[in-house]
């Protein structure tokens, strides 16, 4: 018999602030952080380059992870894991006893140090070895060892689709009795290679992302670590944790399309959604709000939006639909798990949060677009995607908790 699979603690570090009390004021509020991206972080100098801003986390914090370890991530990884640890009322002698594992997704891992190597390389004409230390795995493992993990340990980088993936990849474990509590998320740091590599792409916004806008011209980046502790429903009322929602069902799939650009039809999205929704045993009229992936570039957001108009036409009602990412930009291998949490606390404090102008939303008799703050509503389910590049889609239906 399958087990209940239930969230037990949370922590997040992304621009909306370095902990879960600072993200809830910040959503409520409305926040946006958007701002210049420092020299030396990486030079946005270049004629061909949109604009020079991005949804960054805490300087001081970035500044400090780095004097720290020049990969930046392991430290706001650690950071980030030891808030949901904490919220989730565990220790390490619980951690030990039930042989808790560890699952981070990741979209361009290591791509920080890997190209100070390259460029010590060609502009000092000297090779730094230790950089070359700094893999995604040797990261895995030293989070790993700071807090003794000796369970299944595993990176997953299905590009934006990693944070959604690494939570269904531990909620497969603990359902199947493979384990009873995992750390699972998502982290990622925006870098040079992912700045330039998008503004290549021309997906980058000239000003700020506008998900679903018909005005819609790219997307923003922004820098993000997400952490959500899973439990078996029997061992985290054993010990009395608290419960923050349920996982009912996930799905993963491949559109085997295009390598940046999903189907136009938006047929798997819907296929994404609705295999989450039917392993769930759920159907659309359970589904309170869908969390898009909604990066506001042109593709993604019409097909995801075809997917969405497809998956709600029995629908009776309308249902919310929008995408937070005009509040921490696209933190790629951490969007799913973000966005996770705020669906979460969407749920806990009946609100969806947006803060954009969009006056040229298309009409939809089946949805209703969040794109500012939404207070009194109620929410008992919610369906968050991540479709990626290469294809990779993932959705993640979550429910608040009853016993």
Same mark, same amino acid.
């Given at each position: !018999? ?184 998502? !982290? ?216």
């Amino acid at each position: !018999m399958k087990k209940r699979v239930v969230v037990t603690g949370i922590g997040a570090i992304s621009a909306l602030g370095n902990n879960i009390a600072e993200m809830t004021e910040s959503l409520e509020n409305g926040s946006i952080k958007y701002n210049a991206i420092p020299s030396d972080r990486f030079s946005t100098a270049h004629k061909l380059f949109a604009n020079n801003r991005g949804f960054m986390m805490d300087y001081e914090l970035y500044q400090s992870s780095w004097d720290k370890d020049v990969s930046i991530m392991s430290e706001v990884a650690v950071k980030c894991i030891q808030e949901a640890i904490d919220s989730a009322n565990l220790s390490e002698e619980i951690l030990h006893e039930h042989n808790a594992g560890l699952i981070i997704g990741t979209s361009v891992g290591a791509s920080f140090p890997i190209l100070q190597r390259i460029k010590k390389s060609v502009q000092e004409n000297e090779d730094d070895y230790e950089l070359a230390l700094y893999s995604t795995p040797k990261i895995l493992g030293k989070i790993a060892r700071a807090f003794k993990l000796q369970g299944y340990v595993s990176a997953i980088s299905t590009a934006c689709a990693s944070g959604t993936n690494s939570i269904g990849r531990a909620f497969d474990l603990i359902e199947n009795g493979k384990a009873d509590i995992m750390i699972s998320g998502g !982290m990622d740091i925006f870098t040079e290679l992912t700045y330039t590599g998008f503004n290549s792409l021309m997906a980058i916004s000239k000003t700020k992302c506008k998900p679903f806008t018909k005005s819609r011209d790219g997307m923003s980046l922004g820098d993000g670590c997400a952490i959500l502790i899973l439990e078996s429903l029997e061992s985290a009322v054993e010990r009395g944790a608290p419960i923050y929602a349920e996982i009912k069902g996930y799905h993963i799939l491949n559109e085997a399309y295009h390598a940046t650009a999903p189907h136009p039809d938006g047929i798997y999205a819907l296929k994404c959604m609705k295999s989450a929704l039917a392993y769930g045993g759920m159907s659309t009229d359970d589904v309170d709000y869908i969390n898009a992936h909604g990066t506001g570039t042109g593709k993604n957001d019409s097909a995801e939006l075809k997917g969405c108009e497809a998956l709600l036409q029995e629908k009776t009602s309308k249902t919310y639909v929008g995408s937070t990412k005009c509040l921490t930009g696209h933190t790629l291998g951490a969007a799913g798990s973000i966005e996770a949490i705020i669906s979460i606390l969407s749920m806990q404090h009946n609100a969806l949060y947006a803060n954009y102008e969009a006056d040229d939303l298309p009409e939809s008799e089946k949805i209703e677009f969040v794109t500012q703050n939404k207070n009194n509503i109620p929410l008992d389910t919610v369906l968050s995607n991540s479709f990626g590049f290469g294809g990779n889609m993932a959705s993640i239906l979550l429910t608040k908790y009853k016993n």
